[in-house]
C-alpha cells in the first residue's frame, strides 16, 4: 500500500482530494495523511508550502522520511516557496518541485485560482513520482469539480445577478488569495477566530471589496476596514 503525506500550511485537504481521485481511478491501495508529527512509514510526503510558525514541525516530518526504510522516498517540494532552503539540504530523499512558473505542468481543473492550480500540480507530481500516468492523473483532476468550503460555488435563485461563493479562508493570505480569484465587483462576508488577525482581514476585504458584512462579534475585523 502507498502511503503520501500532506504537510503545509495551506491546501493540504485539497491535495489530498486530488490525490485520492488520482489513486482511486489508476486502481493503486493507498493511505493519505495529513502530517503533523514525524511518519516514518510514507513513501512520500509533499509539502505545499511552510509558515515560519510550522518550519521545525514540518522539518522535523521530512527529516523522518529521510529515515525511513522505504526503498524509494520521495520529498515534493514547492519551488515558489521562499521558506524550502532548510528542505534542500535533507540527504537520503528524492526531491521533486511543483511550480506555476512551468507551463507545461498545467493541468485543467474546475477549481478556480492559482492556489487551487498549485495544489492540482502537486498531486500530480507525486502521483506521476509513484507510476501513475499524466493521462489518469488528468482523468482525475478533471473529476473533481467541488470541494466543499474551497471556492465552492453555492447555487443561489435564478433571478439573483451574481454568484456566491463560500470559501474557508481565515488568514490574510488565503483570502487575498480568494478574492483576487474573483473578478468583478464584490461582496464579502469576513470571520476569523484569531483576533490578532481580524484587523488583517478587514484591511484585505476593503481593498478588494465593494461592500463587506459583518456581524456585531467581529469589531476587530472592522478596526482594519479602512
Known amino acids: 500500500m ?4 500532506v504537510a503545509g500550511a495551506k491546501g493540504k485537504s485539497t491535495v489530498i482530494k486530488f490525490l485520492s481521485q488520482i489513486f482511486t481511478e489508476a486502481k493503486c491501495p493507498y493511505l493519505l495523511t495529513e502530517v503533523r508529527l514525524p511518519t516514518p512509514a510514507l513513501n512520500a510526503l509533499i509539502i505545499t508550502n511552510v509558515s515560519p510558525e510550522e518550519t521545525e514541525m514540518i522539518l ?3 527529516n523522518a522520511l529521510a529515515r525511513s526504510n522505504k526503498p524509494r522516498k520521495v520529498l515534493i517540494l514547492n519551488k515558489g516557496d521562499k521558506a524550502i532552503a532548510p528542505f534542500l ?5 528524492e ?5 506555476l512558473e512551468d507551463p507545461e505542468a498545467y493541468i485543467p481543473t474546475a477549481l478556480m485560482g492559482a492556489h487551487n ?3 492540482v500540480q502537486a498531486a500530480a507530481v507525486c502521483a506521476e513520482a509513484l507510476g501513475i500516468s499524466r493521462q489518469i492523473v488528468a482523468r482525475a483532476i478533471a473529476n473533481v469539480t467541488l470541494i466543499h468550503g474551497h471556492m465552492e460555488r453555492v447555487a443561489g435563485p435564478p433571478e439573483i445577478p451574481f454568484a456566491i461563493y463560500l470559501d474557508d479562508a481565515n488568514t490574510p493570505d488565503s483570502l ?3 478574492l483576487t480569484s474573483l473578478l468583478g465587483s464584490k461582496v464579502c ?3 476569523g477566530e484569531k483576533l490578532w488577525v481580524q484587523p488583517l482581514l478587514g484591511s484585505i476585504a476593503g481593498t478588494h471589496c465593494r461592500a463587506i458584512i459583518l456581524t456585531e462579534s467581529e469589531k476587530e475585523i472592522a ?4
Open 60 to 62: 522535523a516530518c521530512a
Open 176 to 178: 487575498e488569495k480568494v
Open 223 to 226: 478596526r482594519g476596514i479602512s
Open 89 to 93: 539540504r535533507i540527504e537520503g530523499v
Open 95 to 99: 526531491k521533486l518541485f511543483f511550480s
Open 117 to 119: 492550480q498549485a495544489n
Open 189 to 191: 462576508v469576513v470571520s
Open 2 to 5: 502507498t502511503l503520501v503525506g
